[in-house]
């Protein structure tokens, strides 16, 4: 491969990423011709895979379509640790047969996405379950202290007298030392995992290897809007919900929320999301086609149909009690505003206590963000509670 292809494969495999560290580097690791190995590493600490992942999972099935080989790392030692990215608190660490169960379902999962042909499953306890103490502590000589607290959530954690135990150290060196037993040439991840992916390229330079480029991915908003998407925060998405489920969840994102999913989930989404700003698509329609989308590429088109029947018979066409009062309202109100108008709560800080609660309802289906609007046309049912509804159109 000559030099100007190389760097035309390196742009197009990194459309999409934050960053690529580097992009010159990739290039020149590409024109040596070979196959490169792409690692991506997750610690099983949950049975699910999320939509968030499929972001990084996508990046590496570009890999596998330009040839390259895919080595999916299943953390089963460091998930005895806990990584402490973005932690405030020391993480709770699994036992062996929770991650034993909860690794057993990732490979399963993960080729929804990737080719098995072209994907190598590994565990780093391959090599760190026969590692002595006297070779950690060679590992450990290679990196300083110093380097390690770079890190921003050890600084932070540190400056706010918050405890960082040692063992939260080994983690992104034991997450570095992967590369190095795997001889990675690319390690992705979220940018979240910077530091512990650059700790990678410093300890292969100090094993002798050539180190790995690192290709950064957009973290995935979770359905609250606010956190990432995480099976800590419980807030989305499982590859494996069903598909009413699925469709149920997405359709609670928020129309902001919306376009973003449509911007990093769905291919060629920047049409719609043009669509919707123009006023060609109507919103709810558009989380409908999206909620479609997404739930046909990880079960199948009827399944998306079914889920998008189900729902609108459930809650679009519900019956409302014949005797609910009608209100009319000129714009988009927000919500605990409009709880508060109709005489539904005395404050909207008693209206903001129910949405926490989980007690609020728009046509049936449960308001979890509390910037919620009601956007009459788009929107027709409130409920508070069991016994206060609402009919509300424009």
């Known amino acids: 491969m000559d030099e100007n292809q190389a760097k035309e494969i390196a742009t197009e495999l990194g459309r999409g990423a934050v960053e690529v ?41 570009d890999f596998q379509r330009a040839g390259h080989t895919v080595v999916f790392l299943v953390g089963d030692f460091t998930a005895t640790i806990g990584d402490p990215t973005g932690r405030s608190e020391t993480r709770k660490p699994l036992s062996r047969d929770q991650i034993k169960v909860n690794a057993d379902t990732y490979r399963r999962q993960v080729f929804k996405i990737l080719d098995p042909a072209r994907t190598e499953i590994r565990y780093n306890s391959e090599w760190m379950d ?4 006297a070779d950690l502590i060679k590992i450990a000589a290679k ?25 939260e150290l080994l983690y992104p060196l034991i997450q570095g030392y992967d590369s190095v037993a795997l001889r ?9 995992q910077k530091f512990n992916m650059l700790v990678g390229r410093d300890l292969q330079r100090a094993f002798g ?13 979770g359905l609250d809007g606010v956190r ?4 800590s925060y419980g807030n989305y998405v499982a590859l494996e919900d069903p598909p009413t489920e699925m469709f149920g969840k997405l ?3 928020s129309d902001a929320l919306m376009m973003r999913y449509y911007d990093l989930l769905i291919d060629g989404g920047e049409k719609e999301v043009t669509a919707i700003r123009s006023g060609a698509i109507h919103p709810m329609e558009a989380k409908k086609r999206l909620a479609a989308l997404i739930v046909a590429e990880y079960h199948d088109a009827r399944a998306a149909e079914q889920a998008r029947e189900q729902f609108e018979s459930r809650f679009q066409r519900r019956q409302v009690p014949a005797d609910a009062p009608v209100y009319k309202i000129g714009s988009e109100q927000w919500i605990c505003e409009l709880m508060k108008q109709l005489g539904f709560v005395t404050s909207t800080s008693e209206a903001r206590r129910l949405v926490g609660q989980g007690a609020v309802r728009v046509d049936g289906h449960t308001v979890s963000d509390i910037n919620f609007h009601f956007v009459p046309g788009e929107h027709e049912v409130l409920e508070v509670g069991k016994r206060r509804v609402a009919r509300i159109t424009r």
């Open 184 to 192: 990675s040439d690319v390690e992705l991840g979220g940018t979240d």
């Open 130 to 133: 026969s590692m002595g103490v």
């Open 143 to 167: 990196l300083s202290v110093a380097r390690m607290l770079e890190r921003d959530d050890f600084e932070k954690r540190l400056g706010a007298g918050e405890p960082l135990f040692l063992h």
């Open 21 to 61: 560290i580097s992009s010159a580097e990739l290039a020149a690791r590409l024109a040596e011709g070979r196959p490169l190995r792409i690692k991506l590493g997750m610690d099983p600490t949950a049975p699910d895979l999320h939509l968030g992942h499929t972001l990084t999972l996508k990046k590496l099935r």
């Open 228 to 231: 990432k998407m995480s099976k």
């Open 251 to 253: 359709m609670s994102a």
């Open 209 to 221: 290897q050539p180190p790995q480029m690192v290709m950064t991915m957009p973290l995935l908003e």
